[in-house]
C-alpha cells in the first residue's frame, strides 16, 4: 500500500514539476525480484545522488557523501502515514541485522512538526537501531521525484542510484535481505548502466 503525497495538502508543492525522468537504456543484469520485492524498480540508467543532503536529529547537515563506500537504503516516511509506521519496525531490524561498514538504513521524515513529532512516534514504535533524520521542508524528497509515502530508494557505494520501491515492505524478509545482498556483493552494478540525461523540455 501506498499513500500519494497529493493527499497531504501543502505538504510537497510542485513536486511533480521538479521531478526528472532517466532515460531508458539496457538495463544490467541483476537481483530477482519477488515477493515483497516484486514492484521494487531498477534504475535504467547511472545517476549520482552524492550531493544529497539533509539534516540530523541534533541540526548537523549530512548527507550520501557521508555514507560513501556504503549501500544506502534511504527511506522517506512519516507520521500521518499508516503504510510508513508499519514498515518502520522491520527497517529498524535491517538495520540491525545488516547495518555496519558496508550497508545503512536511513530513514528520513517529511512531517512539517519536525523533530518534536517524528521522534516521538520513533520512541513508541521502539526503535533502537535507527537515528532521527528530518527532510521538513521536503527538499530531498523533491530532489529524488518522491511522489507516494512510503518511498523508499537503493543507492549504491558511489551514491548511485539503483533502484527504489513506492508502497511499504517487509525488508527484513527473506527477499528484502537477498536485494540488499546483492547490491552489497555487486558494487560495479551501475557501472554496466547508461549514462543518466535529463529529459529535454
Keep these: 500500500m501506498k499513500i500519494s503525497l497529493g493527499l497531504?495538502?501543502?505538504?510537497?508543492?510542485?513536486?511533480?514539476?521538479?521531478?526528472?525522468?532517466?532515460?531508458?537504456?539496457?538495463?544490467?543484469?541483476?537481483?530477482?525480484?519477488?515477493?515483497h520485492m516484486q514492484n521494487f524498480t531498477l534504475a535504467p540508467a547511472s545517476r549520482s545522488r552524492a550531493g544529497v543532503q539533509w539534516k540530523n536529529g541534533n541540526g548537523k547537515v549530512v548527507g550520501l557523501d557521508d555514507y560513501k563506500g556504503k549501500v544506502v537504503l534511504l527511506n522517506f516516511w512519516a507520521t500521518w502515514c499508516a503504510p510508513c509506521i508499519r514498515e518502520l519496525p522491520?527497517?529498524?531490524?535491517?538495520?540491525?541485522?545488516?547495518?555496519g561498514d558496508d550497508f545503512s538504513v536511513v530513514v528520513l521524515n517529511i512531517d512539517r512538526e519536525g523533530k518534536r513529532k517524528?521522534?516521538?512516534?520513533?520512541?513508541?514504535?521502539?526503535?533502537k537501531n535507527l537515528s532521527l533524520n528530518l527532510d521538513r521542508e521536503v527538499k530531498v524528497a523533491k530532489t529524488l521525484g518522491v511522489l507516494n509515502?512510503?518511498?523508499?530508494?537503493?543507492?549504491?557505494?558511489?551514491?548511485?542510484?539503483?533502484?527504489?520501491l513506492e508502497g511499504g515492505a517487509e525488508w527484513d524478509e527473506k527477499e528484502s535481505i537477498a536485494l540488499v545482498k546483492y547490491f552489497i556483493d555487486n558494487p560495479g552494478h551501475a557501472d554496466t548502466l547508461p549514462a543518466f540525461k535529463k529529459k529535454k523540455k
Design 8 to 35: 497531504a495538502p501543502l505538504m510537497i508543492a510542485g513536486l511533480v514539476s521538479l521531478a526528472t525522468i532517466p532515460v531508458a537504456g539496457t538495463a544490467a543484469a541483476g537481483p530477482e525480484l519477488s515477493g
Design 149 to 164: 509515502m512510503p518511498t523508499t530508494f537503493l543507492f549504491d557505494r558511489k551514491g548511485r542510484e539503483i533502484g527504489k
Design 90 to 99: 522491520s527497517l529498524d531490524r535491517l538495520q540491525a541485522s545488516l547495518g
Design 118 to 127: 517524528a521522534k516521538r512516534m520513533m520512541r513508541r514504535l521502539k526503535l
